[in-house]
Protein backbone atom coordinates (compact mmCIF):
# COMPACT_ATOMS: atom_id res chain seq x y z
CA UNK A 1 0.00 0.00 0.00
CA UNK A 2 2.73 2.37 0.73
CA UNK A 3 4.71 1.97 -2.50
CA UNK A 4 1.67 2.39 -4.33
CA UNK A 5 1.07 6.12 -2.94
CA UNK A 6 4.53 6.77 -3.13
CA UNK A 7 4.50 5.36 -6.52
CA UNK A 8 0.83 7.66 -7.13
CA UNK A 9 2.80 10.72 -5.71
CA UNK A 10 5.78 10.08 -7.98
CA UNK A 11 3.64 10.45 -11.23
CA UNK A 12 1.99 13.50 -10.00
CA UNK A 13 5.40 15.25 -9.37
CA UNK A 14 6.61 14.14 -12.89
CA UNK A 15 3.62 15.36 -14.10
CA UNK A 16 3.87 18.85 -12.49
CA UNK A 17 7.31 18.89 -13.69
CA UNK A 18 7.31 20.44 -16.64
CA UNK A 19 5.32 23.73 -15.78
CA UNK A 20 7.26 23.72 -12.70
CA UNK A 21 11.01 23.23 -14.28
CA UNK A 22 10.43 25.93 -17.03
CA UNK A 23 9.04 28.33 -13.69
CA UNK A 24 12.54 27.85 -12.93
CA UNK A 25 14.57 28.91 -15.70
CA UNK A 26 15.46 32.83 -15.60
CA UNK A 27 18.32 34.39 -13.45
CA UNK A 28 19.76 34.55 -10.06
CA UNK A 29 21.02 37.63 -8.57
CA UNK A 30 23.41 38.19 -5.83
CA UNK A 31 22.01 38.24 -2.03
CA UNK A 32 22.78 41.66 -0.26
CA UNK A 33 24.08 43.62 -3.54
CA UNK A 34 22.59 46.84 -2.39
CA UNK A 35 22.97 49.62 -5.00
CA UNK A 36 26.56 52.23 -3.41
CA UNK A 37 23.80 54.99 -4.32
CA UNK A 38 20.60 53.30 -2.93
CA UNK A 39 19.34 55.83 -0.04
CA UNK A 40 16.79 53.41 1.61
CA UNK A 41 18.02 50.57 4.38
CA UNK A 42 19.82 47.42 3.89
CA UNK A 43 17.32 46.05 6.47
CA UNK A 44 14.74 45.73 3.62
CA UNK A 45 15.49 42.60 2.59
CA UNK A 46 12.20 42.30 0.33
CA UNK A 47 13.93 44.79 -1.77
CA UNK A 48 17.35 42.44 -2.75
CA UNK A 49 16.69 40.16 -5.89
CA UNK A 50 17.46 36.62 -5.41
CA UNK A 51 15.32 35.39 -8.57
CA UNK A 52 13.85 36.63 -11.85
CA UNK A 53 12.10 34.42 -14.48
CA UNK A 54 9.91 35.76 -17.50
CA UNK A 55 7.50 32.47 -18.83
CA UNK A 56 5.86 33.66 -22.19
CA UNK A 57 3.07 31.67 -23.17
CA UNK A 58 2.19 31.93 -26.93
CA UNK A 59 -1.20 30.13 -26.99
CA UNK A 60 -2.22 32.18 -24.11
CA UNK A 61 -0.36 35.15 -25.46
CA UNK A 62 0.64 35.62 -21.75
CA UNK A 63 3.61 36.87 -19.71
CA UNK A 64 4.25 35.59 -15.99
CA UNK A 65 6.73 37.35 -14.07
CA UNK A 66 8.11 35.52 -10.90
CA UNK A 67 10.49 37.21 -8.86
CA UNK A 68 11.85 35.80 -5.25
CA UNK A 69 12.77 38.41 -3.46
CA UNK A 70 15.71 37.73 0.19
CA UNK A 71 13.09 38.75 2.61
CA UNK A 72 9.06 38.74 2.92
CA UNK A 73 7.50 41.23 0.30
CA UNK A 74 5.51 43.53 2.24
CA UNK A 75 8.05 44.16 4.75
CA UNK A 76 8.99 47.74 3.15
CA UNK A 77 5.41 49.52 2.87
CA UNK A 78 7.15 51.64 -0.15
CA UNK A 79 8.04 49.10 -1.84
CA UNK A 80 7.90 49.14 -5.68
CA UNK A 81 9.12 45.74 -8.14
CA UNK A 82 9.63 47.18 -11.43
CA UNK A 83 10.44 45.10 -14.48
CA UNK A 84 11.64 46.88 -17.42
CA UNK A 85 10.85 45.17 -20.93
CA UNK A 86 12.58 45.68 -23.96
CA UNK A 87 10.13 44.84 -26.74
CA UNK A 88 12.50 45.75 -29.62
CA UNK A 89 12.74 49.74 -29.11
CA UNK A 90 14.78 49.30 -25.77
CA UNK A 91 17.35 51.89 -24.65
CA UNK A 92 20.35 52.23 -21.85
CA UNK A 93 17.31 54.84 -19.81
CA UNK A 94 20.14 54.39 -17.01
CA UNK A 95 23.59 55.36 -18.48
CA UNK A 96 24.20 58.29 -17.38
CA UNK A 97 24.13 56.58 -13.85
CA UNK A 98 26.60 53.65 -14.88
CA UNK A 99 23.68 50.80 -16.29
CA UNK A 100 24.04 51.05 -19.58
CA UNK A 101 23.37 47.10 -20.40
CA UNK A 102 19.88 47.45 -18.98
CA UNK A 103 17.17 48.26 -21.71
CA UNK A 104 13.84 48.79 -22.09
CA UNK A 105 10.94 50.60 -23.49
CA UNK A 106 7.92 49.53 -21.23
CA UNK A 107 7.91 48.96 -17.23
CA UNK A 108 5.53 47.21 -15.36
CA UNK A 109 4.95 48.27 -11.60
CA UNK A 110 4.15 45.40 -9.16
CA UNK A 111 3.46 46.47 -5.45
CA UNK A 112 3.14 44.34 -2.06
CA UNK A 113 -0.52 45.20 -1.86
CA UNK A 114 -1.39 43.14 -5.13
CA UNK A 115 -2.07 45.69 -7.30
CA UNK A 116 -0.09 46.35 -10.48
CA UNK A 117 0.15 48.09 -13.43
CA UNK A 118 1.76 48.88 -17.13
CA UNK A 119 3.45 51.81 -17.43
CA UNK A 120 1.58 54.03 -19.80
CA UNK A 121 -1.02 51.07 -20.58
CA UNK A 122 -3.00 50.39 -17.43
CA UNK A 123 -3.81 48.72 -14.48
CA UNK A 124 -3.49 45.26 -14.20
CA UNK A 125 -6.85 43.16 -13.38
CA UNK A 126 -7.65 42.49 -9.79
CA UNK A 127 -6.37 39.10 -8.89
CA UNK A 128 -2.92 39.19 -11.81
CA UNK A 129 -0.22 40.12 -8.19
CA UNK A 130 -0.13 37.10 -5.99
CA UNK A 131 2.61 37.36 -3.04
CA UNK A 132 3.30 34.73 -1.31
CA UNK A 133 5.87 34.72 1.57
CA UNK A 134 9.24 35.94 -0.33
CA UNK A 135 8.02 35.99 -3.67
CA UNK A 136 5.55 38.25 -6.07
CA UNK A 137 4.33 37.24 -9.15
CA UNK A 138 2.45 39.27 -11.75
CA UNK A 139 0.34 37.65 -14.98
CA UNK A 140 0.80 40.30 -17.95
CA UNK A 141 -1.80 39.90 -20.79
CA UNK A 142 0.48 39.90 -24.24
CA UNK A 143 -2.13 42.54 -25.51
CA UNK A 144 -0.56 45.28 -22.64
CA UNK A 145 2.89 45.06 -24.06
CA UNK A 146 2.55 45.13 -27.86
CA UNK A 147 5.97 44.37 -29.88
CA UNK A 148 7.98 48.01 -30.78
CA UNK A 149 10.01 45.27 -33.22
CA UNK A 150 10.87 42.48 -31.24
CA UNK A 151 8.52 39.32 -31.45
CA UNK A 152 7.41 38.42 -27.89
CA UNK A 153 9.31 35.56 -27.25
CA UNK A 154 12.25 37.51 -27.94
CA UNK A 155 11.74 39.98 -25.13
CA UNK A 156 14.07 40.92 -22.69
CA UNK A 157 14.22 41.56 -18.95
CA UNK A 158 15.42 42.91 -15.87
CA UNK A 159 13.89 43.73 -12.41
CA UNK A 160 14.68 46.42 -10.37
CA UNK A 161 12.66 47.56 -6.91
CA UNK A 162 12.55 50.76 -5.70
CA UNK A 163 11.77 52.55 -1.99
CA UNK A 164 9.75 54.49 -3.14
CA UNK A 165 10.30 57.10 0.05
CA UNK A 166 13.13 58.57 -1.97
CA UNK A 167 13.60 59.83 -5.54
CA UNK A 168 15.43 59.39 -8.85
CA UNK A 169 18.00 56.28 -9.36
CA UNK A 170 18.12 56.73 -5.28
CA UNK A 171 15.19 54.58 -4.52
CA UNK A 172 16.47 51.90 -6.82
CA UNK A 173 18.26 49.03 -4.28
CA UNK A 174 19.36 46.39 -7.11
CA UNK A 175 19.07 45.38 -10.24
CA UNK A 176 18.95 41.96 -11.71
CA UNK A 177 20.63 41.50 -13.29
CA UNK A 178 23.29 43.65 -12.57
CA UNK A 179 23.79 45.51 -15.98
CA UNK A 180 22.43 43.36 -18.37
CA UNK A 181 18.83 42.00 -19.89
CA UNK A 182 17.68 38.42 -19.34
CA UNK A 183 15.77 36.49 -21.68
CA UNK A 184 12.43 35.10 -22.24
CA UNK A 185 11.43 31.31 -20.80
CA UNK A 186 8.71 29.68 -23.46
CA UNK A 187 5.86 27.60 -22.09
CA UNK A 188 2.86 27.11 -21.09
CA UNK A 189 1.50 29.22 -17.77
CA UNK A 190 0.12 27.09 -14.91
CA UNK A 191 -3.66 28.37 -14.40
CA UNK A 192 -2.87 29.75 -10.75
CA UNK A 193 -5.06 27.08 -8.52
CA UNK A 194 -3.14 24.34 -10.67
CA UNK A 195 0.64 24.28 -9.51
CA UNK A 196 -1.40 24.83 -5.95
CA UNK A 197 -3.66 21.76 -6.40
CA UNK A 198 -1.11 19.01 -7.05
CA UNK A 199 1.00 20.43 -4.08
CA UNK A 200 -1.79 19.71 -1.84
CA UNK A 201 -2.57 16.47 -3.82
CA UNK A 202 1.20 15.27 -2.79
CA UNK A 203 0.90 16.59 0.51
CA UNK A 204 -2.38 14.34 1.49
CA UNK A 205 -0.32 11.73 -0.33
CA UNK A 206 2.26 11.81 1.70
CA UNK A 207 -0.41 11.96 4.81
CA UNK A 208 -2.09 8.82 3.38
CA UNK A 209 1.44 7.02 2.93
CA UNK A 210 2.78 8.21 6.69
CA UNK A 211 -0.84 6.58 7.83
CA UNK A 212 -0.60 3.47 5.80
CA UNK A 213 3.16 2.85 7.09
CA UNK A 214 1.98 3.16 11.04
CA UNK A 215 -1.02 0.53 10.61
CA UNK A 216 2.40 -1.59 9.15
CA UNK A 217 2.90 -3.19 12.45
CA UNK A 218 -0.98 -4.96 12.79
CA UNK A 219 -1.34 -6.42 9.74
CA UNK A 220 0.72 -9.89 10.95
CA UNK A 221 -2.21 -10.17 14.08
CA UNK A 222 -4.38 -9.98 11.13
CA UNK A 223 -2.42 -12.88 9.63
CA UNK A 224 -2.14 -14.83 12.63
CA UNK A 225 -5.95 -14.87 13.05
CA UNK A 226 -6.33 -15.80 9.92
CA UNK A 227 -4.03 -19.02 10.38
CA UNK A 228 -5.62 -20.26 12.93
CA UNK A 229 -9.01 -20.24 11.52
CA UNK A 230 -8.89 -23.38 10.18
CA UNK A 231 -8.01 -25.05 13.53
CA UNK A 232 -11.08 -23.96 14.79
CA UNK A 233 -13.57 -25.65 12.35
CA UNK A 234 -12.29 -28.96 12.46
CA UNK A 235 -12.80 -28.66 16.22
CA UNK A 236 -16.28 -27.80 15.93
CA UNK A 237 -16.98 -30.59 12.90
CA1 LIG B 1 20.32 40.90 -5.25
CA1 LIG C 1 21.90 42.65 -8.47
Known sequence: MRQRWFRLAGALAI???????????????RPDDFLSSFAGS???T???????????????????LSSTLAGAVG????????????????TAAFAADGIDGVRFDRVVLLRADGSGSVGGVGDLAAGSVTVSGNTITALVPGSMLVSTGFDKRDYTWNLWPRDTSFAGFAAIS???????????????????G???MMLAGLLLLGG????????????????????????????LR
Open 15 to 29: AASPALALALDGITD
Open 42 to 44: SSS
Open 46 to 64: DLDVLAATVLYDPGADLFQ
Open 75 to 90: TTDSALYVWGVNRGAG
Open 174 to 192: DFAPDNANFTTTIGVVPEP
Open 194 to 196: TVA
Open 208 to 235: QARRSASRGPKAPRHEYRHTNAPVRVRW
